[in-house]
């Protein structure tokens, strides 16, 4: 099992839906990254979240440390939103891996 | 830079070569990350370096794999006599180790044929 699971591995919506994406960890962490991974490869880092909820424009992420869950809310989506969206969480006690989810590849057609 | 920058985006080498691999991260930032991504796959932690402290190698699968860093600048990841299975993006990243923020690169695409 991993230590990182995302659901669902694959995800479509037509322009304009609510998105959820999400990610459960079984491990302690110091902190969990949202990541956007564009079909070039580009890898983008979108929110660190230790606790709590974080907003930037049409992205949400929260997360629950004793459900040790995160969510990440696209809201109106649209196409350029398409990439694979990837939850990493950081090892606590002075190391700074990342354990990697598998990613949720997201296609928003028009 | 304003970014972090590796090079050749691209390499294509054949079975047996060695390569090496450039990552500039940002300035001042004291972390900086390797990973590598089959096609396909998730992301796999290589090694990290932070500052002057000992790399932390545990994600290197093999020891034809080895990655230098100069003080907190440029890092070179040296993969000898390249496998077919050492194709994939190999991604920096680099962080200030304060805030847990972090940049990627956009990765050198590795193909051994």
């Known amino acids: 099992k991993n230590e990182v699971e995302q659901s669902p591995q694959n995800l479509t919506a037509q322009e304009g839906e609510f998105i959820t994406i999400n990610c459960s960890y079984s491990?302690?962490?110091?902190?969990l990254h949202w990541l956007q991974q564009h079909p070039g490869g580009g890898i983008v880092s979108l929110f660190m979240?230790?606790?709590g909820k974080k907003k930037h424009g049409r992205l949400i992420a929260t997360i629950n440390i004793q459900e040790k869950h995160s969510s990440l809310h696209i809201t109106a989506s649209h196409p350029r939103d398409s990439a694979v969206y990837i939850c990493?969480?950081?090892?606590?006690?002075?190391?700074?891996?990342?354990?990697f989810g598998t990613g949720t590849r997201l296609q928003v057609f028009p | 830079g304003a970014g972090v920058s590796q090079s050749p985006s691209n390499k294509v080498t054949e079975k047996g070569k060695d390569v090496e691999l450039r990552c500039d991260p940002i300035?001042?930032?004291?972390?900086l990350y390797w990973y590598r991504q089959r096609l396909g796959q998730g992301l796999e932690f290589l090694i990290y370096?932070?500052?002057?402290?000992?790399?932390?190698k545990s994600g290197l699968p093999s020891d034809r794999f080895s990655a230098e860093r100069t003080g907190e600048s440029v890092s070179t990841l040296t993969i000898q006599r390249t496998q077919q299975e050492d194709s994939a993006v190999y991604l920096c990243?680099?962080?200030?180790?304060?805030?847990?923020?972090?940049?990627f690169g956009s990765g050198t695409r590795l193909t051994v044929v």
């Open positions: 990493a969480v950081r090892m606590p006690y002075n190391t700074d891996k990342l354990i």
């Open positions: 370096f932070q500052g002057n402290s000992a790399p932390d």
């Open positions: 979240l230790s606790s």
């Open positions: 300035s001042g930032h004291t972390a």
């Open positions: 491990v302690g962490i110091s902190a």
């Open positions: 990243a680099s962080s200030d180790g304060q805030f847990y923020g972090y940049t």
